[in-house]
């Protein structure tokens, strides 16, 4: 199964403080009691770091030759039991040992005054983009364009993952401090680049920043 990814940022500001690029470089114990966190599935087989890289190279090839898309594969919208519906973010994927079973790391999007919501939940309770307006449900979130520069950005940070070896919680915390709902446009998640590739958690890691077209 091929997931794909989505969207980033919006203020220009270097003195912006993200809560990623925060999270990336400050202590463990700060945040202890502010994320709640998903433990890994039990009897499931996650991605590891190298093959996280490779899927988001495959699929950027394809989104890239109009063959896949972007928010038709990172996109989803869950409608599952008394949970109210919501469209979000699916950041990985996790096969059940023993079963067909499939698990997808679900990104919620973000409501005011709501608590931030990452876990691991079973494929079967989600639609993607086209099975929703299958059932009359409009798509709400990103752009095509928006959603593919994230992941563009994804692909260099687990570059970054893969050759400084992330953890299980490393990846974990990066997804739930990374600030979807404050990177609306393509030319927002190209400006975030400079803030969180500058922070010392990527020290000694070659990067490069595109410049925003005017």
């Known amino acids: 199964m091929h997931l794909r990814m989505v969207s980033l940022l919006l203020s220009t500001s270097p003195d912006h ?3 990623a690029a925060l999270r990336l470089y400050g202590p463990p114990a700060m945040f ?3 994320l709640k966190l998903p433990a890994k599935p039990c009897n499931a087989i996650t991605e590891t770091n190298n093959e996280t890289l490779r899927r988001l190279s495959h699929d950027l090839t394809g989104i890239n030759n109009v063959e896949l898309s972007a928010i038709d594969g ?3 919208f869950r409608h599952a039991g ?3 519906p919501s469209w979000g973010y699916c950041l990985e994927a996790a096969r059940v040992e023993g079963s067909e079973e499939v698990l997808i790391l679900f990104r919620k999007d973000e409501e005011i005054h709501e608590e931030r919501f990452l876990d691991w939940l079973p494929l079967s309770s989600f639609y993607t983009v086209k099975q929703a307006l299958f059932y009359d449900v409009a798509y709400a979130g990103l752009s095509e364009e928006a959603v593919q520069e994230i992941l563009e950005l994804f692909r260099d940070v687990f570059e970054f993952a893969m050759k400084t070896e992330w953890s299980y919680e490393k990846r974990i915390e990066f997804y739930h401090s990374f ?3 404050e990177l609306p446009t393509r030319e ?3 400006a ?3 803030t969180l590739f500058s922070c010392p958690a990527f020290d000694g ?3 490069t920043f595109p410049e925003i077209e005017e």
């Open 17 to 19: 403080n993200y809560n």
């Open 32 to 34: 202890q009691d502010d």
């Open 74 to 76: 990172y996109r989803m």
């Open 82 to 84: 008394g949970d109210c």
């Open 179 to 181: 600030p979807f709902e």
């Open 188 to 190: 927002s998640v190209i």
């Open 192 to 194: 975030f680049r400079r």
């Open 205 to 207: 890691f070659e990067w």
